[in-house]
DNA sequence: CAAACCATGTAAGCTGTTACATGATTTC
DNA sequence: GAAATCATGTAACAGCTTACATGGTTTG
């Protein structure tokens, strides 16, 4: 998996330019690239050679001219071989259980605080994650499946949030009724 | 946060050389790095040129001879201090969302197929790590408290997949009842 | 006798990030 | 008049991966 297919996937739903395709990038939860000019534009090109997407120059008065991108028949059917194609397992990056992995050296209080600390980080990605599903601005609506299917990946990204915060709070719980 | 610490953090476990930490980057939940040599040995290098780290050669007989690094006084201060760092929310790098986003253009049953197939990993990744928590190879047990907190961490790991595993079930079944 | 293990290291390359460069227009 | 938005691109660097290089020992 890489940024090509995102790019293709977003030019399936409408033509944009690169610059649309930043702005997407960043606000997108699943789409986790940072949405640097660098590999876009770079991607972009690299996607033209390959003649998986076609550009139109946009001469505009009282404005920069943009170059619109539209994804190509052969790029449709590479983008329907890679959404059939075998799924990866998630990759989870928690530092925090490292960072956790050496705490007993800390002291009750210290411990707890960092744990709370974790706990209001998850709290504000969940809140943000919410907002972004009710806003739901960058969500095709093409027909009542992809619908369907677009509110179950916002589900997922909230149920992992979810999950986390339920764990903190397990273990908070826990380390204040034990005697360890 | 990077490899320094994760590093930093098995030596104050215990010294170990380049390759013993290669083996534990290899087998870990947590941290996620391959443990490729090229980052071992010049992290390793980096770190007692810092002064966080002592190094000593012990050589072998019919071995190859090996340079074993224990932690300084100074590298216990970095580790605790990065220990007590605030912390980041995790990422979630779930490529398969992505795929399924664009999704909408497969028929019933590949929908389907697709979603199992990602099931099917999940299984495998949690099968897998009830073994490695099962098993409890590089886990330190110092005191009860770190016991319980090396727990903690595997059940994060756990309940992570029990989540996504549930979310699946959920979308198939309902990909099944709804008529869409 | 081949494969795997022990043990250290280097080279080349890919991915992704931050920051720089330009320049007009609109909003505060 | 400063800051943000629109719009495209480049340069330098950090992080990480695969593969290469060496060479002895143990296991199947």
Redesign the pocket.
Known sequence: M??KCAILGLLSWKPS????L??IFEESSIM????????I??T??QLHNDGLVDSEVQH?????????YSITEKGLIELRQWVLSTPEAPEFKKTFLIQLAWADTLGKEELDSLLSKYEEEIKIQLILQQEKRKRGTHVPNRTPRETYIWDMIFENIISSCQNELDWVGKMRRELKEKVL
């Not at 986790?32 to 590999?39: K, L, V």
């Open positions: 890489n940024i330019t690169g610059y649309d930043k702005k986790y690239w940072s949405g640097n000019n660098n590999q534009y770079k972009l090109i505009q008065e009282s404005s920069p001219s943009k170059k619109i």
